[in-house]
């Protein structure tokens, strides 16, 4: 019997962890829930729309790490952070990348006010907004009355903190949804009108990718605003027909997060791994981690780290690419990008008879 072909063997694996995904899941759901007894079933939509996009979310990323370059940099990384040496090194590197990679995203901030803008208001709305509906809708968290005019908060089934009704603080917990949306629609409306004005953004984008997700979002954002308007300004009027569209809306962008636009906010954690392993791979010297910096072999111009190259040549060996030149050349990945480009020129001049077209 032939032996199963490796990416369906990944599949598997990823399947594996997305079933092994939905029954954490549905244990912290009962657990957390008190036994249901704190489920609101007016929420299992969302519910069943969180669940199946966490395994989905599960699947794909397990796939993608299985993927030669991110497999091998994944586990650099998780090696590179679990190190005592390193950590001592470089003990602020983390948390620094934390922030100008994620939480800050001070990278784009060099290229544009508004990019960075849009993109911290689509981010931490996003983020927000799911750090809210999730607790909710799982049964996490739940608010009851405590007589005469206090609110009890009550996490996992335990007592927490009480707060009076008809105060600032009460109206901001109860309306912190609504700040999110408002958040989500600066950051949409940013999104959109870029994407209206801007000639080398028009020239390649695609609906289904970069304007279904934004239209969705903002979507969302307006359908839960509605619901409050229609609570607080319109007697409950249209009430029932907000809460399902907004619903409906709210569970196929959930359905869309793992193989749309927005996988790349689960994606994007990796990148703090990356700069721990290039910043270690660069920075550290003899025989550690075999990083000593290579010469390029035509002009001797300094390259990336030794450890660098090597995984890179790696990968491309998974690939199936080899660039492994005749006599006593090397390889391609050992000559610095000027030197690649005379080469290649060299070869074409050659090959063409020494004539240029």
Known sequence: MLAPRTDERHEWIALGFAGATVLVLLVLIYAGSRGLRDFDSALVGYAVGTVIAAAALVYRYTLWLFRPATGRYFRAGWRSFLSWSNFRRYTWLVPKALWTDIFAQTFIFKRSLSRWVMHMCIFWG????????????????RFTLEPPLD????????????????????????????FTAVLLLIGVGIALWRRSTDAGVLATQRFGFDLLPLVMLAAIAMTGLALTGSSALWEGSYYWFISLTHQVVVVAWLLMLPFGKFFHIVERPATVGVTLYQTVSYGLEGGEAGAMTGQCRGCGLELPSVAFVRDLRATLDDLGQRYDLSGDLGNLQEYCPGCKRRMRGAAYFQRMGKEFL
């Open 151 to 178: 609110y009890r908060l009550w996490v996992f089934g335990f007592k927490t903190i009480t707060f009076p009704l008809e105060t600032a603080l009460a109206w901001t917990i109860f309306h912190a949804l609504d």
């Open 126 to 141: 996003v983020l927000l907004s799911l750090a809210i509906t999730i607790p909710l809708t799982f049964g996490w968290v």
